[in-house]
């Protein structure tokens, strides 16, 4: 069985901070963009999935991290940084925009400003 909860970002740390205190595990954290990004945190416990899905705008987009509570969130919020350009306040290591070596800074992030 599998559940997505679309949630505003202000409510991100309270769920994963409930996920984590009912046993659940970080499965994955992924990215997507059309008019606005959208972030789908995936969690499972017992094999039933559940996702939380943020939307957020294109400028100035900007998450809490979730690695004080899963330390692999580190891995996929540096990997959403360098290539979306999404900002991750409180990340426990930020390799700031160089987790990747890239061509282009922030490759999918569109009708926004090249910057690392």
């Known amino acids: 069985m599998s559940n997505i909860l679309s949630i505003p970002v202000s409510e991100l740390r309270h769920r994963v901070q409930q996920f984590s205190s009912d046993n659940y595990r970080l499965v994955q954290i992924c990215c997507t963009t059309k008019e606005t990004f959208a972030l789908l945190y995936s969690f499972d416990r017992g094999l039933e999935m559940t996702h939380l899905r943020i939307e957020l705008p294109i400028e100035n987009a900007t998450v809490p991290s979730i690695s004080g509570t899963y330390g692999s969130a580190v891995l996929y919020e540096n990997e959403i940084h360098d290539l979306f350009g999404i900002s991750f306040p409180g990340l426990t290591l930020d390799y700031k925009g ?6 282009t800074p922030t490759p999918f992030a569109p009708n926004k400003e090249k910057t690392s």
């Open 98 to 103: 160089n987790f990747y070596q890239l061509a």
